[in-house]
């Protein structure tokens, strides 16, 4: 027998075994057992700003094939250079992209590299390398999944089974793989790449490039950088420019002519038609002493062996670093930058680019190699194309790749969504145009400029509008007159300032290298007071209207702000809610080898505020440094609840608070900590004031964060998540999830919004900009025991108008809502069925012939009936006597006597005859409407109610009514 202890280990090995397979099932589950998968996402758009593109690769040959990579959204696939793309990477396991690479002997061989590697406090990861055989219609992963970010991909130019991928790695940490790897078998397996090359767990490679006459002369660049909540470092001792001349076997680091000490981002590109020619963006400490070598631009003459510094250049080269020459004409160099710089002079000279774009913060440049005059350049407000060198440039706004921070919504009818874009400003789009193409780019409205974060609207007077840029500026604005008021907190505007100012609080102002303000908002600088450093705001200040009352908002930076008057005057209603760490709070000295402070690491702030429409008192904040607060007497007491949670990691990123609508003590938290390289998802709930919290995790992908927590408006048991890379919703309170409807692409879900007259969850992505799933009432009160039809909402007839002529392909075209009734069935197995809608008479039906799966069923009746037998009689007997009568007055009764209607059987053949009746006898109207309207066996049912019935095949039916109203718009 064995001994105790031995017997106790093996049970316990066991049983870490068996939850460890209970755990994978489960999540896969969240995944795969999904009873929504009916319901469908539309997206709205908008594309007109579009959104931050990492990559883009085009045919060597034909410059119409292109592949764009964009940084958040998937990729896309051109065959006309951008007339119509194809979304060609939607349902795979990330949405972040750092590469993107067509095998140029094969262009059905597509290469992506997933995880955007340009480093920003926003860039996400991804899970490896994937393949296409098929021109993109299919994808495999290849592996490298534990790089998180692949910043280049490489093709031997002979031996397409031999590919090499650069991935710098995690980060905001030092785990996973970082490093050059290399595959000789197209990607069945992968080496790491060694042989003199950086293998310190801690410098990734972003940058792999081979000559082009030889592919055993390799250049790769190496890189160390380190985000993390509140600071960011780029530049390491051991990063570098590395050569082998053995294809790869060996290495030796390039260091003639470069500038001394610690090396940054490194981007390197080579003359085609003399490759001895390179040209190199090169990072280093920006504080070396001229004329010594420095951080910006250089060439070498001798295929890298060594190099001439031709240009100090220092412009976020962590973000952009990027450069590009000419492949015909060596003298044209291109510094792809936020600060884009030319030279046509082989580097003797550099000038700012003149160049319309209407863009900015370039991140990628591609040249056709044999045609100089044909680029694509990537932008933060997407791709631009030019085939004239530059003269003029054509926007790609026909992708609809937005990077929304926040969203809120208006009570229009229909209503509207506003939000806020990554370097994009903030945008009003409808939920519905009524336009017969679509929601297009015409119909969205630019409401203010800058990073664009929290759009709040009020619900009483949709005009009024609330618009937050990055660091802690808000205005207020009329969007019908665009009259618009600055309402940032100051030391003018708030009330009991004087109660709070420490005049020696122990902290110099924050330095920026890109000063934020309110002049961003509309190009005006009011130059107002601005708060003393004892106030700071995150790069996204949480703002919100109040649910209680529409004029009551509030404002979070490390003290919570209050105004009654919607931003007029503020009260200051907190103490510094945050850790407030002296040592990291103030972030002026960030970037590491080139300072770079642009407040995307200010830290110690409010990131979220909650309160509820039960109790006015009650106020949630959360911070970014990992706080849950509450106060229950509107500001009065606070109180930290955060040593109440288990295995929640400490000094998380606290993404989302959310009060109940339904329970005073009841709240829901999100942690987001891939921060500190954990990309685990954290929700928990409270029904104690936070005295004590229960994990509700659960079942939910173990490698995505979660954003945003919402708990609906009409049932306390359903919930919604936004993760890193969907939306899961749990009827039973968070105990177990699933991945909610179809058609919603592998995106990050920042923000999301219940609508709370419609009934839609709209979200908003980082990257694929909003989407709205239509009418979540199936989902409330959901008993899966029981087959059911559910309860319809109020259907609207909406008027569909038409515009005119439009681009007939070079546009994007939103998604309107579905033209009908939209009526909901729940099925706990499968079936075949009929449905059939009818007037309250009974007299007018639509029916159709149905399958049912298990789960939400979802039909769309069209506002059609069908005339019935007594009203195809009544309209032919109208044209029996109308032929008898014009037989009584009309000469020539030749044609009417061959009109024989009694003959007739159908609507439509009726109508042939009457027609002919039309043609020749129109004139013997004499005033009077004796031909009447044209009428059809289906009719557009007018607004009213109306019975809706599902039969099933084994005999079960069930009913309910359904209520059409006609548009608002016709009814006004």
Known sequence: MENGPMNLNKIILKLLYFSLILSSHLEIWAQEENITSDLRWRNIGPANMMGRIAAIDASNTDYRKVLIASASGGVFKSENAGFTWESIFDNYGAGSIGSVKFDQNNLNTIWIGTGESANRNSSAWGDGIYKSVDGGKSFKNMGLENTHQIAEIEIHPNNSEVVFAAAVGHLWGYSGERGLFRTNDGGKSWEKVLGGLPNDGKTGCTEIIFHPNNPDIIYAGFYHRLRQPASFESGGENGGLFKSTDGGK???KITNGLAKGNSGMIDISIHLNNPDIMVMAYEADENLPEPEPGTGVYISYDAGESWKFLLKHAV????????????????NIYVVSRGFMISNDGGKTFKPRRWRTDGGDDHDMWIAPYDNKIMYIATDQGSRLSIDGGSTWLSHNNMAIGQYYAIGVDMRDPYFVGGGLQDNG???????SREYRGILNMHSSWIAEGDGFHTQIDPEDWRTVYTVNHVGFVARQNIETREYTFITPTPETISNFKDFVDFNYDETKNKYTIDPGEHWFFRERP???????QF???????????SHDSKKVLFGSNYLFQSYDRGDTWNIISPDLTTNDTNLRNTSNGGGLTNS???????FTIITISDTPIDTSIIWIGTDDGNVQITKDNGENWENVRRNFENA???SWVSRVEASKHKKGRAYVTFDNHRFDDNKPYVYMTDDYGKSWKNITGNLPEKYSVYVIKEDYIDENLLFVGTEESVYFSIDKGNSWEKLGKNLPTVAIHDLVIHQREGDLIAGTHGRSIWILDNISPLRFLNKDNTNLLKTRTSTKWIKINTGRKQPYFEFRGENPPYGSIINFYSNKDYNGKLKVTNMSGLNIYSKSISLNKGINRFIWPFELERNEDELNSYKVKFIELVDYLKGIVSDKKILMSLDFNKTKSFNEINKLRKVLLDNYGMYAGGNKMFGDKIYKEFDAPPGNYNVYIKLDNGEEFSDTIYVRDDPLRSN
């Open 649 to 651: 990691p400490k000094k």
């Open 316 to 331: 976020r080269p962590f973000y952009h670093g990027q450069i590009e020459i000419d492949p015909i004409d060596p003298n």
């Open 426 to 432: 903030l945008w009003m789009t409808p939920s519905n």
């Open 250 to 252: 060996t290495w030796k």
């Open 536 to 546: 700071r705001f995150n790069w996204s200040s949480p703002f919100i209207i109040s």
């Open 527 to 533: 130059d107002r007071p601005l708060l003393p450093p």
């Open 597 to 603: 402070n642009t407040g995307g690491e200010n830290h």
